[in-house]
């Protein structure tokens, strides 16, 4: 069992639909949890980072962790054409990012 | 303020060569990690450098090494090409040694196909 499972996709949405992108992990030392949007031949961006279990909000983005189900969300609001990306999780269990362990990440496709 | 580069952004080789890529860091920066992103393995921590000396380093063969120089400019070694080298690799850099997450930036990445 990889350590970090990730629906590859690709996920197709309309316009204005809100998106759920999840992933599961099975090592349970994992604390720092982060999504990354990936734009084709670009590096990965961080999007969002939280820590240990709960919610967090920025704009159109919720990011969500279930440590009891090992389980995490990203939600997209009003999603636009311009979210079409690859959104990767990742996560570690202590805090430096040389420590982290990705997801393959899930391609999104935004219609208009 | 100028964001990570990386040189060449593409690259073909074949099996058995050696390559060398290449990062520049976000001018104050001075940790340099590489990351090594395939379809089959997805995005994989290779090392870290920081102050011209290796500080972590991830589960990859010998083949794979690095360094970094006074101006914290990074090169990454490859050698004996393999088929299965074939990735996108990855920079990113940080102001501190094994910084918080949200602190680290990569560049777009070079793009190596090994036939």
């Known amino acids: 069992q990889k350590e970090v499972e990730q629906d590859p996709g690709p996920l197709s949405v309309p316009e204005g639909a809100i998106v759920s992108l999840n992933c599961t992990y099975s090592n349970s030392a994992f604390q720092y949890f982060m999504w990354y949007r990936q734009y084709s031949r670009k590096g990965p961006e961080l999007l969002m980072y939280?820590?240990?279990?709960g919610n967090k909000e920025d704009g159109r983005f919720t990011a969500q962790v279930d440590k009891s189900s090992k389980y995490i969300s990203l939600f997209i609001r009003d999603s636009q054409p311009s979210d079409s990306a690859t959104y990767l999780c990742a996560m570690s269990a202590q805090s430096g990012y040389s420590t982290l362990t990705f997801g393959k990440g899930t391609m999104l496709l935004v219609s208009p | 303020k100028a964001g990570v580069t990386q040189t060449p952004r593409y690259l073909i080789k074949t099996r058995g060569q050696q390559v060398t890529l290449s990062c520049s860091p976000i001018s104050g920066h001075r940790s340099v990690s590489w990351y090594q992103q395939t379809p089959g393995q997805g995005l994989q921590f290779l090392f870290e450098?920081?102050?011209?000396?290796?500080?972590n380093k991830g589960n990859f063969p010998g083949r794979f090494s690095g360094r970094q120089f006074s101006n914290s400019r990074s090169e990454m070694n490859v050698s004996t090409l393999e088929l299965g080298d074939s990735a996108l690799y990855l920079c990113a850099s940080s102001a501190r040694q094994g910084a918080r997450q949200e602190t680290q930036y990569f560049g777009p990445g070079t793009r190596l196909l090994v036939l």
């Open positions: 939280t820590y240990s279990s």
């Open positions: 450098y920081f102050s011209e000396t290796q500080r």
